[in-house]
């Protein structure tokens, strides 16, 4: 609800749209189907079973605004080729940039996630074609889902056939005969089915399972910053390609210098004689107008294009642009500059590789008193604790061992980490570590211990244990390892 607080997550929520004369319930929340409403069920029932029901009128035309803001979002930092799929699904072909996330698997959960966090609840999967990857989403149970290449069609056989984008009446009459599995409908000849339903059946069996091509209609921002090449004969060869994107670069670079930009997402749209897109999506740590590193990103991936039966038109599309201010880079004739490794990082990250800083946050609790940030970003001013020695590799996640101590403050005598026994000769500490209890109810009397320890080899390990050894409120008196000294 657009401009209004939103009920809570216990109030029975439900929105009503009209079919004709009728108002039927289109969307509900988890506390209304706990009622007993369902999708379907007329508004008048629905308030009838529950005296305390919240209705909201359904626009249609305001959610697709909305999906297509939100399918813009999606342009801008994750795929070049991006469609709305209503009412409430986006189709995203990720081929030639799914490298800039890492592999498929963090791709989607980082999607799930940074919707999560703008309170959206999505599912999210990839296959090797739109009508499987979009059957898999709706009516897969899984927050998300990886097909691997190939296996589509083995993926799709146990869904429901509603998942084929058939027409409800083709659906029902389907299911009176006894359909209910897309598998049970693949199994079945051909022939009878197109004589009685016509072609329909078949063309979406092909599209889900991969036999036939389905071109995404790729919406578009207003604003991207555009230079396009269309050729009276396709081009193939990649040393063709190359030279006509190095011509894009400069003509794109002229236009983003009378605009006083510089590039951050630049998307190579390539569109074959077939009727189907080959892209490569190339992204910088920062904006740059430079000819020479934008024709190097671009031309490193060239090699994965599949050009088919020819390429008709180029079009270079920066997608993400930021205000790019001219610096001067030496101020005196002695004056060294600064090493530039923006380049460098750029072809690191496009290559399929992560790159990033390690950065200090303000927390106590050592697991959370560090983040990674993006390589190029500006030092802050929170330094690292000094106080206290700090081990150079902290485990995000401390592991447990088995200790022989003297409660409440003596060190360990030895412990037991993955299987080996340490004699402790010396050890330092403790050194106290309150819960952070303003953030987490939880930790509100929690304490940890930690000491320095080093065995009779000089290794040294960073260990705590949980409560301060007196009372149990404080921790259940379990040791940890958490880090371990160069």
């Known amino acids: 609800m657009l401009g209004q607080q939103a009920p809570p997550a216990d109030q029975p929520l439900v929105m009503i749209a009209r079919e004709g004369s009728r108002r039927l319930v289109a969307a509900a929340n988890a506390a209304a189907f706990a009622a007993g409403l369902r999708i379907g069920m007329p508004a008048s029932k629905a308030q009838a079973l529950v005296a305390d029901l919240i209705i909201e009128e359904l626009r249609p035309e305001e959610d697709r605004k909305e999906l297509g803001r939100l399918a813009l979002w999606f342009l801008r930092n994750y795929a070049p080729i991006v469609a709305v799929d209503p009412p409430d699904g986006i189709v995203i072909d990720t081929t030639g940039a799914d490298h800039l996330h890492g592999d498929e698997t963090l791709m989607l959960t980082g999607m799930i996630n940074r919707l999560l966090a703008m309170d959206f609840t999505a599912r999210a999967a990839v296959a090797d074609c739109w009508g499987a990857a979009r059957a898999l989403a709706r009516y897969c149970a899984k927050p998300y889902i990886v097909v691997p290449e190939g296996e589509a069609g083995k993926a799709v056989l146990d869904l429901p056939i509603a998942a084929l984008r058939l027409e409800s009446r083709t659906v029902a009459a389907l299911r009176t005969l006894g359909f209910d599995r897309i598998g049970e409908l693949a199994a079945t000849p051909r022939a009878p089915l197109t004589l009685r339903f016509g072609p329909e059946i078949g063309?979406?069996?092909?599209?889900?399972?991969?036999?036939?091509?389905?071109?995404?209609?790729?919406?578009?921002?207003?604003?991207?910053?555009?230079?396009?090449?269309?050729?009276?004969?396709?081009?193939?060869?990649t040393e063709t390609i190359g030279r006509y994107v190095s011509m894009l670069v400069v003509r794109l670079c002229q236009r983003l210098e009378e605009q006083g930009c510089g590039v951050r997402r630049l998307d190579l749209i390539l569109h074959r004689v077939d009727n189907t897109l080959a892209v490569v999506r190339a992204g910088t740590a920062k904006p740059v107008r430079d000819v020479e590193r934008l024709t190097r990103l671009l031309c490193d991936r060239i090699d994965t294009i599949d050009p088919g039966f020819g390429i008709e038109i180029m079009v270079l599309s920066a997608v993400h642009c930021e205000p790019l201010e001219a610096v001067q880079t030496i101020s005196s004739l002695i004056e060294e500059p600064e090493a530039e490794i923006g380049g460098l990082i750029d072809v690191i990250v496009n290559r399929g590789h992560r790159v990033y800083r390690v950065a200090a946050v303000e927390s106590d609790v050592p697991e959370r008193s560090f983040a990674t940030v993006p390589a190029l970003t500006a030092d802050d001013e929170?330094?690292?604790?000094?106080?206290?020695?700090?081990?150079?590799?902290?485990?995000?996640?401390?592991?447990?061992?088995?200790?022989?101590?003297?409660?409440?403050?003596?060190?360990?005598?030895?412990?037991?980490?993955?299987?080996?026994?340490?004699?402790?000769?010396?050890?330092?500490g403790p050194e106290r570590v309150f819960g952070e209890w303003w953030k987490r109810d939880r930790e509100l009397g929690a304490i940890r211990d930690y000491f320095v320890v080093e065995n009779a080899a000089g290794e040294r390990f960073w260990i705590y244990r949980q409560g301060d050894g007196e009372h149990a409120d404080s921790g259940a008196g379990n040791w940890f390892l958490q880090g371990i000294f160069a």
């Open 203 to 237: 063309r979406r069996l092909d599209q889900a399972f991969g036999r036939v091509a389905e071109p995404i209609d790729p919406i578009r921002a207003v604003e991207a910053i555009e230079a396009r090449r269309a050729f009276a004969e396709p081009i193939s060869a």
């Open 382 to 428: 929170l330094g690292w604790p000094v106080e206290w020695p700090r081990p150079s590799r902290i485990l995000l996640h401390p592991e447990p061992i088995q200790c022989m101590a003297l409660l409440p403050d003596h060190p360990p005598v030895s412990f037991t980490w993955r299987g080996s026994r340490h004699v402790v000769k010396r050890a330092d």
